[in-house]
């Protein structure tokens, strides 16, 4: 059982400013990488949750592609990003 309560303290930015979220399971037998990623977090962090975002910078349009996300990914400020099995890193 979920406490939510306890989520929305922990992880406030998956709730919609209406209080509602949209959470989504992930089965290892029918996405074994992405439940592993999440295992691997909760095992390194306590934390079995991760955020699905838009992922697009301010005053740029959603991204689409995998050039897209390459390109907010270097403009951004995020240290690693992981595409189609690939995992990049930026020095």
Request: a neutral charge; hydrophobic letters at 40%; proline letters at 4%.
């Amino acid at each position: 059982m979920v406490n939510h309560r306890r989520v929305k303290e922990v992880v406030s930015a998956v709730y919609h400013v209406d209080g509602t979220a949209r959470p989504q399971t992930v089965a290892r037998d029918e996405n074994p990488t992405w439940y592993e990623l999440i295992k691997a977090f909760k095992d390194l962090t306590g934390e079995g949750i991760i955020l699905n975002t838009s992922f697009n910078l301010a005053g740029e349009p959603l991204v689409e592609t995998p050039s897209d996300a390459l390109k907010s990914f270097a403009l951004g400020g995020l240290d690693a990003i992981y595409i189609q099995g690939w995992i990049i890193k930026k020095r």
